[in-house]
């Protein structure tokens, strides 16, 4: 899953690229990798939300065979309800990991040299600080930029918080599995290998990271999915975007994704810990 370049050890990881260049225009060849991961994450979740709905629609069926009783029309919808805070973090793993593992097989899947070589890379102790600094410098960033937008008067919602007030309540042990070990995984596959890496293997390394940074942002925070104004969503797009263009510049630094999957744990371990000590803000 980490992908850096077949080059010597010795060289610079920030003057590497994961792997040579391929044919044809890079950017169109990433705006197909954006297309491809958007229609699967939107693809996948409708048939994950559609499938909720059967089983939902099985289990009232089958409690209204035993109660005699078939619900009305018009409470129907109130007795299918919506997917819970388990259901709805099912759904979104299932569509992100099939859009991550979808793109890196068919789009860009890393040679027997690239594996060796990032192995490599994470066995440095420099790696691993730089980790941690970057991880730390992120969530101290972001909690900075949420501080000064309040004292401005912005406070965004951010559009998962239902999903986190429930997961906190009900399932805390999978929220931790959730957000520290496999949302990272599969986001910095799909985010900083693919797309990011794509533009990095043509030696546009500083484009790749805006253009990655901002898909990454936007799939985080979607207009119209919250009651969020402009000013909030843009703030939350700076949060996530600033996020998306460390975890980038951290895998181009130190050569392997290893790397920016272990920030971005730490980070959202971070987080989570201050959101069970402190409660949802």
């Not at 000064?148 to 999978?174: C, D, E, I, R, W």
């Not at 931790?176 to 596959?189: D, T």
């Not at 987080?271 to 000590?277: D, E, M």
Request: with cysteine.
């Amino acid at each position: 899953m980490s992908l850096p370049p077949p080059v010597p050890l010795a060289s610079s990881p920030l003057t590497s690229a994961p792997r040579p260049a391929p044919r044809g225009s890079p950017l169109t060849a990433f705006w197909l990798d954006l297309a491809i991961g958007i229609a699967t994450l939107l693809g996948v979740s409708l048939l994950c939300g559609l499938a909720w709905g059967m089983w939902r629609g099985a289990v009232v069926g089958i409690e209204a065979a035993r109660s005699g009783a078939a619900p009305a029309a018009a409470d129907l919808a109130s007795q299918l309800g919506q997917p819970g805070a388990l259901a709805q973090m099912l759904m979104a793993l299932i569509a992100t990991s099939a859009a991550a593992l979808l793109l890196y097989f068919w789009r860009r899947r890393a040679s027997a040299g690239e594996r060796q070589l990032s192995r490599r890379h994470a066995a440095q102790p420099a790696t691993w600080g730089w980790t941690a600094v970057v991880a730390a410098g992120v969530f101290g960033g972001s909690s900075l930029i949420g501080w000064l937008a309040k004292q401005g008067g912005v406070a965004p919602v951010p559009t998962n918080l239902p999903l986190m007030q429930q997961a906190v309540s009900h399932y805390p042990l999978f929220l931790v599995v959730f957000a520290v070990v496999l949302a990272p995984a599969y986001e910095e596959l799909l985010f900083r290998r693919v797309l990011f890496g794509r533009l990095w293997a043509a030696d546009r390394p500083l484009l790749g990271m805006v253009l990655s940074s901002a898909a990454f942002a936007l799939v985080h925070e979607i207009p119209g999915t919250s009651g969020n104004g402009p000013l909030e969503i843009l703030q939350l797009w700076l949060i996530y975007g600033g996020m998306g263009a460390a975890f980038a510049w951290l895998y181009q630094r130190t050569g392997t994704l290893w790397a920016p999957v272990a920030a971005h744990a730490l980070n959202n371990a971070i987080a989570l810990s201050a959101l069970f000590l402190f409660g949802v803000q």
